[in-house]
């Protein structure tokens, strides 16, 4: 990492914080995150009071998933005009990708007093009255968001999983197929649709990068499942948001990029993975910031084929871990907590066939 660093901050121009500010705006366009914030962080030396400096690297810094740095600058942006509403909008999304619903809430209402026809901040909106358990409430802010801007696929997307969670199966779908006639990085509705499908195409292991997209169709895959479903929302979708956050997913897609499985699991110390097997206590996204004990949240598998690549896939991700945590859940209903060492990490101890997944 160090040896990286070095490498980003020779490559930073020459000059006064203007040329560093273009560089840095330049590698942000190209979501070259870590070259951006190198930049960035050159020219906030230079002029600490820039606002649009500030946001740009707040950007930056979002993007890297390295949310509470980023929150620190959009703070300062938010303490002045003219871009209070920018740096509170983008402050709603990282306190929804921390989990903190609450503040996301605050962040985006206070967005919306500013200028009601933000569409994203009535997206953010819903997301966190989603969170909060307020299913009434978020539908009325997504479809706000949507009437305001109703060629953002991310939008309907958002709607579709709510719909789905309220047990309006035609009402999900017809989002979803709104979404999927749009134009999208992502194609996650495309793939949402599909899921209604026969297998089409060689299977791969996929990280979609995209945060909010990857959040989103992780919800309306696993929704479909029995157990999933018996979940509790907000603390479900907490879950998955900071699986997102910290990048620790994996969905196993074919060619059409159709999802077939998907692992997601957060990292944590033995302690706390201890409780967390024995039901003592749920964990905070402040318990798994990092550490060398697997939680396995979520494991899904339609095929065979999706099972065996998941297994390779977590045997790679897990070598250097100490002990994997997981409950499995069976057809007739009992759950067993299960503690495995990496070393014994072997497809017949956890991915079974009669798993109820």
């Not at 040896?3 to 121009?13: M, S, V």
């Not at 998955?240 to 910290?246: I, S």
């Not at 494991?299 to 065979?304: F, N, S, Y």
């Amino acid at each position: 990492m160090t040896d990286r660093k070095q490498t980003y901050a020779a490559e930073i121009p020459d000059g006064g914080a203007s040329a560093l500010v273009e560089a840095g705006l330049a590698h942000l366009a190209a979501r070259d995150y870590p070259r951006a914030i190198a930049t960035l962080t050159a020219a906030e030396a230079l002029a600490p009071s820039d606002d649009s400096l500030l946001l740009a690297l707040g950007v930056a810094l979002q993007g890297a998933r390295r949310h509470h740095e980023a929150l620190d600058r959009f703070a300062r942006v938010a303490e002045r005009a003219p871009q209070k509403g920018a740096a509170l909008l983008h402050s709603a999304f990282s306190r929804l990708a921390l989990g903190q619903a609450s503040l996301a809430q605050a962040a985006a209402q206070q967005v919306i007093a500013l200028a009601p026809r933000t569409a994203a901040a009535h997206f953010a909106l819903g997301q966190a009255e989603a969170l909060l358990g307020r299913f009434d409430a978020a539908a009325l802010a997504l479809m706000t968001a949507i009437e305001i801007e109703p060629s953002a696929a991310d939008f309907w997307i958002g709607l579709a999983t709510l719909r789905r969670r309220f047990g309006d199966a035609a009402g999900a779908e017809d989002a979803l197929r709104h979404a999927a006639q749009l134009q999208s990085p992502h194609d996650a509705a495309g793939a949402a649709l599909a899921g209604r499908r026969n297998f089409g195409g060689d299977l791969k292991v996929w990280r979609l990068e995209e945060s909010r997209a990857a959040l989103g169709l992780a919800v309306e895959y696993l929704s479909r499942k029995s157990t999933f479903e018996r979940l509790p929302f907000g603390e479900w979708t907490r879950t998955l948001a900071h699986q997102v956050e910290q990048g620790r997913q994996i969905f196993v897609v074919d060619d059409a990029e159709r999802v077939f499985g998907y692992l997601g699991w957060t990292l944590t110390t033995e302690p706390l993975a201890e409780q967390w097997l024995r039901g003592l206590k749920p964990l905070s996204g402040e318990d798994c910031r990092g550490g060398d004990f697997v939680i396995i949240n979520a494991w899904a598998a339609d095929t065979k084929a999706a099972a065996r690549l998941l297994v390779a896939s977590g045997r790679d991700l897990f070598k250097d871990k100490i002990a994997l945590y997981f409950k499995r859940f069976y057809r007739d209903g009992r759950v067993r907590a299960t503690r495995l060492s990496v070393n014994a990490f072997v497809a017949a101890h956890i991915f079974r066939s009669d798993l109820k997944i």
